[in-house]
């Protein structure tokens, strides 16, 4: 479909469903983005495995601290936090300060 209605493939580029949903064929939801890219734009908000309730926190056990984490192209940014909070306001600027493409921290509309 976007070939079609868009245009032309890049190589070494995917097409990212910015409406988050795989199966859409919708050439306005749909745009060429590296790997890093998509990886970065990833909507859901939390992964199924997380136990927080927020993306990139979690607990340290080991210190009694909440972790904001964020990796960009396999390198970890850490932070420690008293609160599940102040962790997860922390994740958002790690994201926004390393993630050139986070659309949802952004507060950028998502296509539905």
């Given at each position: 479909?976007?070939?079609?209605?868009?245009?032309?493939?890049?190589?070494?580029?995917?097409?990212?469903?910015?409406?988050?949903?795989?199966?859409?064929?919708?050439?306005?939801?749909?745009?060429?983005?590296?790997?890093?890219?998509?990886?970065?734009?990833?909507?859901k908000p939390v992964r199924s495995h997380n136990t927080s309730g927020y993306r990139g926190v979690h607990f340290h056990a080991a210190s009694g601290l909440w972790v904001a984490n964020v990796t960009v192209?396999?390198?970890?940014?850490?932070?420690?936090?008293?609160?599940?909070?102040?962790?997860?306001?922390?994740?958002?600027?790690?994201?926004?300060?390393?993630?050139?493409?986070?659309?949802?921290?952004?507060?950028?509309?998502?296509?539905?």
């Amino acid at each position: 479909m976007y070939q079609k209605y868009v245009g032309p493939l890049i190589d070494g580029l995917m097409i990212d469903h910015m409406c988050g949903n795989r199966g859409c064929v919708n050439p306005d939801h749909l745009r060429q983005v590296s790997n890093q890219a998509n990886v970065q734009h990833f909507i859901k908000p939390v992964r199924s495995h997380n136990t927080s309730g927020y993306r990139g926190v979690h607990f340290h056990a080991a210190s009694g601290l909440w972790v904001a984490n964020v990796t960009v192209r396999g390198k970890r940014f850490l932070t420690y936090h008293k609160t599940i909070e102040e962790a997860a306001a922390a994740a958002v600027e790690l994201r926004l300060k390393h993630h050139t493409h986070n659309d949802r921290d952004r507060g950028e509309p998502l296509r539905e």
